[in-house]
């Protein structure tokens, strides 16, 4: 998206035969096999190569391994860069969320970071196919100019303040569509799968409010949107973890057969961690964990959230 819409931009890869694909032949093979990358990208294995310079770096890692690569990194951030969090997962042992784990571990003021997260499914952005996206973080400008530098024809970003929002959104979401997943698996039909969705996005909301996000986020598009497009596509890796789950299969057995990275398996941990820390329920999130974690038959788990106390919505 940057390099369509202008940006020069450079791929680093960690392994030189990726980079060198990228570099000589626009395509890599192993994520996105039938897409034909913009012939302006370059792309290299040399870490101090690829940041020299940079004003804009957008880090797409799996989230459990951001604090070490960043170790590697951050000697290498220009001064005043922004830094773009795409990722979408909560960080296991210090519950910490991705932009609080780069101010910390990159020593940059909360200013620089600006996290990029909506509906937004890789293989369909790759296809252009048009879609919206939120851009947040607490410097307006750094904000507007992440906007400008990734509005396409099929693109369409929207700016916020709610940090903390799009976050939790972004990385909640993940957990409820590996829930999704296993309804799917287990033949159960649109009430529950729309249920599902609509309790997720309760607890989502109830536990971004408690850690100061603004409540309307999870009605926008990196809350309620990215939800839908996660559990509606069968391109979500969580979604087609969750339905491996949800056909029997272990965690051991759902991990060989996921290629990338389902970030709401290791997340559900921390984020059940953190709602607990702060004294909100997720009931949803509870069970996610215990299937994935504790080896709980999905069928059981859908029991024990549908004999929960009655009350009001
Ligand atoms: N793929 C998608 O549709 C979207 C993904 N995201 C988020 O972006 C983040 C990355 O996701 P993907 O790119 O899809 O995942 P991925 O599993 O394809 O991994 C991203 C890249 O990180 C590399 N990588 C893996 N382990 C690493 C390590 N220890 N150190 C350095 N690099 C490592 C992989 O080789 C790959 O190039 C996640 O937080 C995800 O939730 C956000 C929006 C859409
Ligand atoms: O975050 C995403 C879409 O917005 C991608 O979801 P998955 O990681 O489940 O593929």
């Not at 035969?17 to 792309?43: C, F, M, Q, W, Y």
């Not at 530098?149 to 709610?162: K, N, V």
């Not at 953190?274 to 999905?298: F, K, N, S, W």
Request: net charge negative; glycine share 10%.
């Amino acid at each position: 998206m940057l390099a369509e819409a202008g940006s020069d931009v450079t791929i680093w890869a960690r392994r030189e035969v990726v980079a060198a694909e990228i570099r000589d032949r626009h395509v890599n093979e192993g994520a996105l096999p039938s897409v034909k990358l913009p012939k302006e990208i370059t792309a290299t294995s040399d870490l101090a190569a690829a940041l020299d310079g940079s004003s804009l770096i957008a880090i797409a890692v799996p989230s459990q391994t951001l604090r070490g690569n960043l170790a590697e990194w951050a000697g290498h951030f220009a001064p005043g860069s922004t830094l773009i969090s795409l990722m979408k997962g909560i960080e296991l042992g210090t519950t910490k969320r991705m932009s609080q784990v780069i101010v910390e571990t990159a020593r940059v003021d909360a200013d620089r970071v600006v996290v990029v997260s909506g509906p937004n499914l890789a293989p369909e952005i790759a296809a252009e196919q048009p879609a919206a996206t939120v851009v947040a973080g607490t410097d307006p400008d750094r904000c507007r100019a992440v906007q400008q530098a990734i509005a396409l024809p099929y693109i369409r970003p929207y700016t916020s303040e709610d940090v903390i929002g799009c976050e939790m959104g972004g990385a909640v979401k993940n957990v409820i569509a590996l829930a999704y997943g296993m309804t799917i698996a287990m033949g159960m039909g649109d009430n529950t799968r729309a249920s599902l969705i609509t309790r997720g996005l309760a607890e989502t909301a109830r536990l971004g409010v408690a850690l100061g996000a603004d409540p309307l986020t999870f009605a926008g598009l990196a809350g309620l949107g990215d939800l839908v497009a996660t559990c509606s596509s069968p391109l979500s890796r969580n979604r087609t973890f969750g339905e491996q789950l949800g056909r029997g299969r272990s965690l051991e057995e759902a991990q060989v057969a996921a290629r990338q990275t389902a970030e709401g398996v290791k997340s559900c941990l921390a984020i059940r961690d953190l709602a607990r820390t702060v004294g909100v329920e997720m009931p949803i999130t509870e069970q996610v964990e215990r299937v994935c974690h504790e080896g709980a038959d999905p069928r059981v788990a859908v029991k024990m959230l549908m004999g929960r106390e009655i009350k009001p919505e």
